[in-house]
């Protein structure tokens, strides 16, 4: 480009000539310069990013300092610059374009690097594009359009992909929110009476949690998901509160109802009291009662068992102090009967049945006169043991009666009469088997004579 005739027409000791500005709707809003005092050429701001190799080519400047950029075959003015010299004029816009270019750099290296948000990288460089297009600035500018279109072609599909991604995300997030809303349902569907309330409490404390946590962290939903999903969780946990409240008021009135039921037991059991051990029938029906009266609460009932069991421990007492008195009374009775059972113990060796029985007889007249026994269970063991030892003689007299019984010698003198014909015919019979040699019938023979021998000895033949 030719720059012999763009020297400066006007004395530089004049004051700038108002013109053209590069961009001229923000040119427009700056305040003229006022005139120099003293003669002294415009102040040139160095440039901050570098320059474009080769952006100057793309402008040229005339006499009058106006500044126009080549775009294909064609050029465009882009803006005037009357007070500085050509290279001051095309540095100027060329700084332009540096800076669009810049810009254009930055939004690729920006999409090279990842992390950003390809739909927002895209609203950037179409913005930018309508920054490049007619702007005031000397460069290759087409270059710059093409870049951009590009890349914005680019990011578009990434916009695409990025926006099917955030929608999978979003999809997946209202899934998780829904499958807490489902759960709170489900407790809020379930019969409050057969509901443990303490561990559905802390459920519905931790799914709460759960989505807190999960609009704290989670993608964003849109509005109408959002707020639709939150009415089912609030109506369903409202639910769920409700019938909380309901059941422990109901709760509450029956713990009322069994505390007032069991503080009239406890009045009627310690009322007992001036009766004593005679009391403590009555205290047993009251108990049956009081089984019956139903819970009322953990605290109350602990400190309600504790004056019922009071009142009948007065009555138990009662009996354990007559029961002591009892003992104590009975001890010489208990050593008395003691040694009479180590004096029937020696029955047993006295071989003489009429005297065994004579001996016995007498040691049991002596254990009635030792009387009463208390605690009545240390005297039934004592009964036992005699019992014992009255069977055993028992057993010895019914056995004896039977072996010297005439009926039953009679009929043991006709069994055996009898047994010793058998035997004389399995005799007969094995020995005409032995002679046939027929081993079966000889061995079946002799099992039978080996019976009826058994027998024969058996009843004393």
Do not use: C
């Amino acid at each position: 480009m030719s720059t012999s005739d763009n020297t400066p027409a006007a004395d530089e000791t004049a004051a700038p000539k108002p013109g053209p500005v590069p961009s001229p709707a923000a040119f427009a809003k700056r305040a003229k310069p006022a005139a120099p005092t003293t003669p002294e050429a415009p102040a040139v701001v160095p440039p901050t990013i570098p320059s474009t190799p080769g952006a100057a080519d793309f402008g040229r400047v005339d006499e009058n300092g106006v500044v126009s950029v080549r775009e294909g075959d064609e050029w465009r003015v882009v803006g005037e610059y009357p007070d500085g010299t050509h290279d001051e004029a095309l540095q100027y816009y060329v700084r332009k374009y540096d800076d669009l270019a810049f810009k254009v750099q930055a939004i690729e290296q920006r999409h090279q690097a990842g992390g950003v948000s390809a739909s927002e990288l895209r609203k950037q460089a179409v913005q930018l594009r309508g920054e490049v297009v007619g702007a005031a600035a000397v460069g290759d500018l087409p270059a710059l359009e093409t870049r951009l279109k590009s890349m914005i072609d680019e990011l578009e599909e990434a916009s695409a992909q990025e926006a099917a991604a955030q929608r999978a995300v979003v999809d997946e997030a209202i899934a998780e929110r829904t499958a807490i809303v489902e759960k709170v349902e489900a407790l809020a569907a379930r019969d409050p009476q057969s509901i443990q309330w303490k561990q559905a409490t802390a459920d519905l404390n931790d799914l709460f949690a759960q989505w807190q946590q999960h609009q704290k962290t989670g993608p964003r939903l849109p509005k109408s998901t959002a707020q639709a999903l939150w009415k089912r969780f609030r109506d369903a946990r409202s639910t769920v509160e409700r019938a909380r409240r309901q059941f422990f008021a109901e709760l509450d009135e029956v713990h009322k109802a069994a505390k007032a039921a069991k503080t009239r037991l406890i009045e009627r059991a310690e009322a007992l009291a001036p009766r004593g051990e005679d009391g403590i029938p009555a205290y047993r029906d009251l108990l049956d009662e009081w089984k019956a009266s139903g819970r009322a609460g953990r605290k109350a009932d602990d400190a309600l068992w504790a004056r019922f069991k009071a009142a009948g421990d007065v009555l138990y007492g009662a009996r354990a102090e007559r029961n002591a008195e009892e003992q104590a009374e009975s001890k010489p009775r208990i050593e008395a009967r003691e040694a009479l059972l180590q004096e029937a113990a020696q029955v047993a060796d006295i071989a003489d049945l009429k005297k065994a029985r004579q001996v016995l007889t007498g040691i049991q007249r002596r254990w009635d006169e030792v009387g009463r026994i208390f605690p009545r269970d240390v005297e039934r063991d004592l009964d036992g043991r005699m019992r014992r030892i009255e069977n055993a003689l028992k057993e010895r007299e019914d056995v004896d009666w039977k072996r010297n019984n005439p009926e039953t010698k009679a009929r043991a003198n006709d069994m055996g009469a009898q047994l010793r014909e058998s035997i004389e015919e399995y005799a007969r019979a094995l020995a005409a088997a032995r002679e046939a040699g027929d081993d079966r019938a000889a061995r079946e023979a002799q099992d039978a004579i080996d019976a009826r021998t058994a027998w024969l000895r058996a009843i004393g033949g």
